[in-house]
């Protein structure tokens, strides 16, 4: 999350809050309709079918590009594998709560899993960034390809967070080949713009808001209804 001088990207960490914020409001909508409180139609309804997809492609991208920018002079294998051990734990965690909590719907393969999958395949292009943009746009592009499924193990059950690695890697190696392009350097929301520290500051906590925001929200709202 670190350009090579030991900064932080202030675009990244923008960029990474925005995948936050709308990962909160469909979560929120998707909790709502679980407790019949709307009716919203996830898989049929383009308009939130998409957004699940757009939120993944965001923080796909904000991994590859921490990727670049934090090991692209010289991979620090301490650094990586110490993050690459957090997410491991924590994905594990929410497979097992998930389990006991909604065994019909748990969660074998989410966004963390895909997260740390994806983050030990894209390490090798940090490396490469030219070559990691060609493979990137050539595995995004399946994704127009109504037919296409790339292979990957899935369980019988409709699990509540599915993200297989691919195609989703591509947004990965694509996030990897913009910050070798300096594009994270640019400041879309300079500091001198009201609100862009906040939004900022936001994007570096990602990682313990995705943690906590679903128990609060599902909390909050198993609560409304429990009064009501």
Known sequence: MTNNQGERSLFLDQLRALAVIHMIFFHF???LMLFGLVDIDFQNDWIWWIQPRW????????VGASLYLAHA???KWIKFWKRWLKLAIFALIISVSTYIMFPENWVYFGTLHSIA????????????PKVSFVIGVA????LFIESWSWPWFQLPHSSMDYIPPMPWLGFCLIGIALASFKVFEKNPLPKSVKGSTALAKVGQKAFIIYLLHQPILYGGISLFVYFQ
Request: with cysteine.
């Open 29 to 31: 909508n998707y909790d």
């Open 73 to 75: 002079k010289k991979v």
């Open 117 to 128: 999958l994806c983050s030990l395949l894209a390490l090798p292009f940090v490396k490469i």
């Open 55 to 62: 939120i993944v492609a965001l923080f796909m991208t904000s």
């Open 139 to 142: 595995i995004v592009s399946t």
